[in-house]
């Protein structure tokens, strides 16, 4: 019970210690509870007799310390959000792939209805041959046989030899 009351006389100097470390109150205020937190879980390491002011000084010492270190780490690590909107996005790769896709775009209103659908459903949507017949409700070789006509007729269309 010494301890607790011990620990909360001193609870006005902590604060104005987090404080001066963190140079900020609320961060102060983290700092100091952060702390008192570490004591009351490690009050068997304090040893009675000795300067409790001290021992949590140094506990709050090490914690601050501790979290410059995470901060720095963190900010070495995350950039900001604006910078990540560009991450992966080379402006010239991003431009010739919006080009490409029109290319294809147009290439695909050129084929008839039929292989477009297929093309769609399979190359563009992904679907297994299979499941792309049934939702079109014809025999799988048919499927095949728009599917290889129309990527023939794709690869002339955009100027590749087929």
């Not at 019970?1 to 001066?20: N, Q, T």
Request: hydrophobic share 45%; with cysteine; net charge negative.
């Amino acid at each position: 019970m010494a301890f607790e009351r011990d620990l909360l006389a001193l609870l006005p100097r902590l604060r104005r210690f987090a404080a001066s470390l963190s140079r900020n109150p609320a961060d102060g205020d983290d700092l100091c509870q952060a702390s008192i937190e570490r004591a009351l879980k490690s009050r068997d390491h304090w040893q009675a007799g000795t300067r409790l002011d001290s021992w949590m000084y140094r506990i709050m010492r090490n914690l601050w310390i501790d979290e410059v270190r995470a901060r720095t780490r963190r900010s070495q690590t995350f950039v900001a959000e604006e910078g990540g909107l560009a991450v992966g996005n080379d402006g010239d790769k991003q431009t010739e792939m919006a080009v490409e896709i029109g290319n294809v775009g147009r290439a695909m209103e050129k084929l008839p209805a039929e292989q477009r659908e297929v093309i769609a459903l399979v190359l563009v949507e992904g679907f297994a041959y299979k499941e792309a017949a049934e939702i079109l409700d014809i025999p799988i070789g048919t499927l095949t046989s728009r599917l290889c006509r129309g990527r023939d007729a794709l690869m002339v269309h955009l100027g590749e030899a087929a």
